[in-house]
């Protein structure tokens, strides 16, 4: 399947990985740190960050370090695509392709959910959030002020060939144990619209 590059791209990496207990894009897995995997699944991506690192891209240095909404805050002066694709050290198995699929959804906010919505695995209309981003305190939040959602279930992924792998998201060491696929339904909400059609994301997991 075939995308068009329509989206710039900002990855988190000031967190203080406090679960984690070191920094966690510095953690080196297979020969490449979770930020170097990251990074190089994009072309010149923007990378939010409290300390300089090498990785290429655009390094915008985060002194206030107030949250993730800030940072994208921080960001959003260097968005110029009609999309913007958001992620952060957590999922350092992240790839292009998934990142496009997500962002190839008609929405003002496309993102992943499993047990959990996940907004840092999440495509944002440009517009959108450069209009609404100075108004909530948690990505969270956003969702309330959208017209239109797509929550992408697990499911639908596995019916495109995404593996669970590229959804893991590493908070603390045990996670890396973790093997368990979650199936989610897809749903999309089109909000003032009582005829749109939704699908409920029950949850069900596999031992696989």
Known sequence: MKFK??????????????RFGSDKCCFEF??????????????NPIIVTNKQRKVQGI????NIRKGPVKAIELALSCVFREKVFITGCDFPFITYELASFICNKEADISLIVEEEIQPLLGC???SFLKNYITHVKTLYQLIN?????????TYELKLHGFSSIQLKNINSWKDFLINQDKYTLSKYVIKGNKSASTLCANTRRSSN
């Open 5 to 18: 590059d329509f989206f710039d791209v900002i990855i988190l990496a000031g967190g203080e990985s406090k």
């Open 30 to 43: 297979n020969g490449k740190t979770f930020l170097e995997r990251i990074v190089e699944n994009f072309n």
């Open 59 to 62: 390094q915008i240095i985060d």
């Open 124 to 126: 944002y209309s440009t």
């Open 145 to 153: 002020y959208a017209n239109t959602v797509y929550f992408i279930g």
